[in-house]
C-alpha cells in the first residue's frame, strides 16, 4: 500500500524518459541505500542513547534533543527538499542531500559534546529532507507507468527490511566497537550513493515547477521547533520560565502564520 505522500512524489514525476533497462537496477541500489541510510539513521540512535548519555554525562532532555532535532529538520523541511527537486533537478538535490548527510554523520561522530551533537544532527536532518523525497522523485521520472509499480515496491520492502535491521545492526556495533561508529558508517555508503547517481542517474526536473516556498519552510520550521523546545526544556525549567513559555507563544504562533501563508 502506498503512502499518500509516496502517492504524490511518484505523480510529480512525469515519466516520459525512462532510463534503459541496465540503468534501473543501479538507480534502484542508490536510492534503497540512500533512503535507508536517513531511516536506519533515525532508530540506530535510539539504541545508542544510553551509551551517548553516560560518554557526555548528558541530562535525559539532553538526549532527547539527539533524536528530536534529527526528525525536526526532516519533517518541517522534507516538503521543501521534493520542491528544490523540480526546481533544480533531482538527482542533484538528491546528491547534494547525500553529501551534507555524510558530513553531518562524521560530525555527529566526531562531536565532542552533546552540544555539538544535537547541532550535527540537527544538519542529518536537512540532508535527509532533500535525499528520502528526492529518492522516490528520482525512481518516478527513471520507470515508465508498467514498471513504476514494481519498483516502488522493490524501494519499499528494501528499506523497510534495512530499517528493522538497523537496531540490531547498530546494537552490536554500539557493544562492542563504539556509539560514534553507528555514525562514521555513513560515509563510505554515502560515497558509494554519490557515485552511483552521478555515474548512472540522469538529470530530471518539474517543467512546472517555479518557485519553493521558502516562507512556509520558515515558519513550519520555527513553529515546530518553538513548540517542540518549549515541551521539553519545560521538564528542567518548568512551565512559567520565560524561555519556555517564549518557545511555545512563538511556536503557536508560527504555525497560525503558515496555515495563513498556505491557504492563499
Not at 9 to 27: E, L
Not at 44 to 57: D, G, K, M, R, T
Not at 178 to 186: E, H
Request: overall charge neutral.
Amino acid at each position: 500500500m502506498r503512502t499518500p505522500c509516496d502517492e504524490a512524489v511518484m505523480r510529480s514525476a512525469d515519466g516520459k524518459d525512462p532510463c534503459v533497462a541496465a540503468a534501473r537496477t543501479w538507480i534502484l541500489v542508490a536510492t534503497i541505500l540512500g533512503s535507508s541510510m536517513a531511516f536506519i539513521d533515525s532508530t540506530v540512535v535510539n539504541v545508542a542513547l544510553p551509551a551517548i548519555q553516560e560518554s557526555f554525562h548528558a541530562t535525559v532532555v539532553d538526549v532527547q534533543w539527539v533524536v528530536e532535532s534529527y526528525g525536526l529538520f526532516l519533517g518541517a523541511l522534507i516538503l521543501v527538499g521534493g520542491s528544490l527537486g523540480d526546481v533544480f533537478g533531482r538527482r542533484r538535490t538528491f546528491v547534494v542531500g547525500v553529501a551534507i548527510f555524510a558530513v553531518a554523520s562524521g560530525a555527529c561522530g566526531a562531536a565532542a559534546s552533546i552540544e555539538q551533537l544535537n547541532v550535527a544532527r540537527s544538519i542529518q536532518g536537512i540532508g535527509a529532507a532533500l535525499l528520502v523525497p528526492g529518492s522516490l522523485a528520482i525512481i518516478g521520472a527513471a520507470f515508465d507507468e508498467q514498471s513504476r509499480g514494481q519498483a516502488i515496491g522493490t524501494w519499499s520492502g528494501f528499506t523497510a527490511i534495512t530499517t528493522a535491521l538497523g537496531p540490531v545492526l547498530g546494537g552490536w556495533v554500539i557493544q562492542h566497537i563504539s556509539w560514534r561508529w553507528a555514525f562514521f558508517i555513513n560515509i563510505p555508503l554515502a560515497a558509494a550513493v554519490i557515485a552511483i547517481s552521478i555515474w548512472r542517474i540522469p538529470e530530471s526536473r518539474n517543467a512546472s515547477a517555479r518557485r519553493v516556498d521558502w516562507v512556509g519552510a520558515f515558519l513550519a520550521t520555527l513553529g515546530l521547533g518553538g513548540l517542540v523546545a518549549g515541551f521539553m526544556e519545560s521538564v528542567n525549567l518548568g512551565w512559567r520560565n520565560p524561555l519556555v513559555l517564549a518557545g511555545l507563544i512563538v511556536g503557536f504562533t508560527c504555525l497560525v502564520a503558515f496555515v495563513m501563508v498556505e491557504s492563499r
